[in-house]
């Protein structure tokens, strides 16, 4: 009987060292855990650094935007007088031309005489 008690002694220690072994084992150590917090830094880091470029390049290219916004209202407002000015100048032609038949005109009756 003392023999059984003696050897589940031995068998439970033996059995906790042994799984306090793997329990220490499966720990990271300090230096693991510095190392993951220094990546996590770093990622952090590169994040915020993207997040302020994209916060510029939106910035950017609302300007941008508006600054096209502006010129197609001036193209557009260019193309307007150039249609108003291609009307007057067709009515000065057709003015010009009606000038030129009258002046035929009065010419041939000027030569019939």
Not at 76 to 103: G, L
């Amino acid at each position: 009987m003392r023999d059984l008690k003696k050897s589940k002694r031995l068998v439970v220690g033996v059995l906790m060292v042994f799984s306090m072994g793997l329990f220490f084992m499966g720990c990271a150590t300090t230096q693991q855990l510095t190392a993951v917090e220094e990546l996590a830094k770093q990622a952090l880091t590169k994040s915020d650094t993207a997040l302020k470029e994209a916060e510029t390049a939106k910035s950017m290219v609302s300007d941008e935007s508006k600054k096209s916004e502006a010129a197609a209202v001036k193209a557009e407002q260019a193309a307007d007088r150039s249609e108003q000015a291609a009307v007057r100048s067709e009515k000065a032609a057709d003015r010009a031309e009606a000038a030129a038949d009258k002046a035929e005109s009065i010419f041939m009756q000027k030569m019939k005489k």
